[in-house]
């Protein structure tokens, strides 16, 4: 089904929820952006040192390092909440109705279950990295220039936490759709043509008038 995704609001407290993460998700999704953005700076001034001074920046390793969880992991909510995540969108398209949102809550469950366990394991991860008897509250720090380690492993289940979050809204949205047969249930990504959206969006703007 070729076209953008969207996702639909309404005064329902689904939707509240959703829109009450959103901010949340938008920030997670910003850090990760400025850690790129920083990355290309760290190189540039490591590459400058190198080829004029002899000198390149100490500990550039460590720092990418430092800030691949960053860039991996916090952004992944907010590409979940608007569908722009890895989808199987040549099968989803297929389906229509209380089948497509059966199987969009399946997966949506299958993946909770998998991020709900990697929230877990990646907190027990940052847990054994973390104690305030030693400096800097580290127990573990990067090879060469010793950065602690345990902020970026604390990224991880923070993140996934988020994402925890609006996968249990996600299900919810699916599962109302499941049961009431909605056609365009609100707080899920839904892959729309542009008149499609473009639709929708003046008949909530004739709803809220």
């Known amino acids: 089904m070729a076209g953008s995704a969207a996702v639909l609001e309404d005064s329902s407290l689904l939707s509240k929820l959703d829109r009450a ?11 990760s952006g400025l850690a ?6 760290l190189a540039a001034y490591s590459v400058t040192g190198r080829k004029f001074f002899a000198s390149p920046l100490a500990g550039y390793v460590d720092y990418i390092e430092a800030a691949m969880p960053i860039i991996a ?39 909770l279950l ?8 990646a907190w027990d991860h940052f847990d054994r990295s973390f104690d305030c008897a030693r400096p800097l509250c580290s127990r573990d720090s990067s090879i060469d220039i010793g950065l602690p380690i345990w902020p970026s492993k604390l990224v991880v289940p923070l993140a996934f936490a988020v ?3 609006r996968l249990i809204l996600q299900a919810w949205g699916y599962g109302r759709a499941l049961v009431l047969g909605l056609e365009n249930p609100v707080a899920v990504p839904l892959n729309l043509s542009v008149a499609e959206q473009a639709r929708l969006e003046a008949e909530a703007l004739e709803g809220s008038d």
């Open 73 to 111: 992991i916090m952004g992944v909510s907010y590409v979940q909440r608007d569908g722009t995540h890895v989808r199987m969108d040549m099968l989803v398209s297929a389906l229509k109705g209380r089948l497509l949102w059966f199987f969009e809550l399946i997966s949506v469950l299958l993946i």
């Open 36 to 41: 790129i953005f920083s990355l290309m700076f």
């Open 21 to 31: 993460l959103l901010p949340i998700e938008r920030f997670c999704a910003l850090l």
């Open 114 to 121: 998998l991020i709900t366990a990697l929230t877990w394991g």
């Open 163 to 165: 994402l925890c979050l």
